[in-house]
């Protein structure tokens, strides 16, 4: 459990120096986007991270009629790890700061 939070802590603060870095690359407000990016992110590795999902179905669907055997799971099946919750916690921050921020 120690080792997923200390993950967890890395990938955050990697992916907000990551996000950082681009934003003065690229010159947008770091503040404007990095809730967006986060959310962005959490929401692909959710998706890339998941079995039974829509992804994965077309993708089985496919398969199996080349086999000629329909195989199916109705199960969504998730496997998240380190990365995955720290960018949920770098999604939460940037949240907090924006509306600290803004209002």
Do not use: C, H, P
């Not at 003065?24 to 962005?40: H, K, V």
């Not at 079995?51 to 998730?78: C, H, M, P, R, Y």
């Not at 990365?83 to 803004?102: E, P």
Request: glycine content about 8%; proline content about 0%; charged content about 10%.
């Amino acid at each position: 459990m120690k080792k997923v939070i200390g993950r967890s802590l890395l990938s955050t603060l990697i992916l907000g120096l990551i996000v950082w870095a681009a934003s003065t690359l690229f010159s947008f407000s770091y503040l404007e986007w990095s809730f967006l990016i986060g959310l962005a992110i959490s929401v692909v590795l959710y998706f890339f991270n998941s079995s039974g999902g829509l992804l994965s179905k077309g993708t089985n669907f496919e398969a199996s009629q080349a086999g000629w055997k329909v195989q199916s799971d109705n199960e969504l099946k998730v496997n998240v790890g380190a990365v995955f919750y720290g960018a949920v916690l770098y999604t939460i921050i940037s949240l907090v700061l924006t509306i600290i921020t803004y209002y």
